[in-house]
């Protein structure tokens, strides 16, 4: 079944905790990302690897997010401490390579109380 | 720095219609261009990917053209039906596998 899976689906959770999204790109794809999705920004890109190695995070906070790919079929996002305005929809993509097609996670959608 | 600016950003239309969505972008040296739709409260289903070398893609009722040099892809949805409203998004594929959206089109499909 090759589809990018995203887990958890929907979390809640207080501000100033650590918040952990995960990732499964479709087998054989070697870049992925990491967008998140609001009402007011749109789709905004937050990182992206290609062969597990980070090509770009400039649209990432550095100081409270960090993105990383601990083997090839896992990609983390991780947010502390999460804050009220990380609120959003968070999805994760893979391509494969070959400038194909990209597929989209359903995404985690994130609430911070 | 590649921008994608998608046009109109809503778009109301009668059961039936024929209609056009705009996409352009001003960096032409694109690998490129995928038209996404997404539904409320879910993820982006890829609908159609049109290399760089290629003119056109078709899909059932859909069509999408790419004009590389000027920098615009149009998307062509023949006889719409309410099932197709939804937000229809275009993205871009530069150098190093960089995939740039547009704020995309929010249609909707009226009985």
């Given at each position: 079944d090759a589809r990018v899976t995203q887990t958890p689906r929907d979390k809640v959770t207080e501000m100033g905790q650590e918040v952990t999204m995960r990732c499964q790109p479709?087998?054989?794809?070697n870049t992925v990302f990491w967008y998140r999705q609001t009402m007011m920004q749109g789709l905004e890109l937050l990182a992206y690897f290609r062969n597990r190695a980070?090509?770009?995070?400039?649209?990432?906070?550095?100081d409270r997010f960090s993105a990383e790919?601990?083997?090839?079929?896992l990609a983390t996002l991780k947010i502390q401490?999460?804050?009220?305005?990380?609120?959003a929809v968070y999805f994760c993509a893979s391509v494969g390579e070959g400038h194909t097609e990209a597929f989209f996670g359903q995404g985690t959608r994130l609430t911070v109380v | 720095k590649q921008e994608v600016t998608q046009i109109p950003a809503a778009l109301s239309v009668p059961e039936g219609e024929n209609l056009v969505l705009n996409c352009s972008f001003t960096?032409?040296?694109?690998y490129n261009l995928q038209w996404f739709r997404q539904d409320p409260g879910k993820g982006l289903t890829s609908l159609l990917l049109i290399q760089s070398s290629q003119r056109e893609q078709t899909s059932g009722r859909l069509n999408a053209s790419l004009d590389k040099s000027s920098g615009r892809s149009t998307l062509y949805i023949a006889?719409?039906?309410?099932?197709?409203s939804a937000t229809y998004l275009c993205a871009v594929t530069n150098a190093g596998n960089m995939l740039t959206f547009g704020g995309g089109t929010r249609l909707m499909v009226k009985p």
């Open positions: 479709i087998l054989g794809h980070p090509l770009d995070d400039s649209g990432m906070p550095k790919m601990p083997d090839a079929t401490p999460s804050e009220p305005r990380d609120s | 960096d032409s040296a694109i006889a719409s039906q309410p099932g197709d």
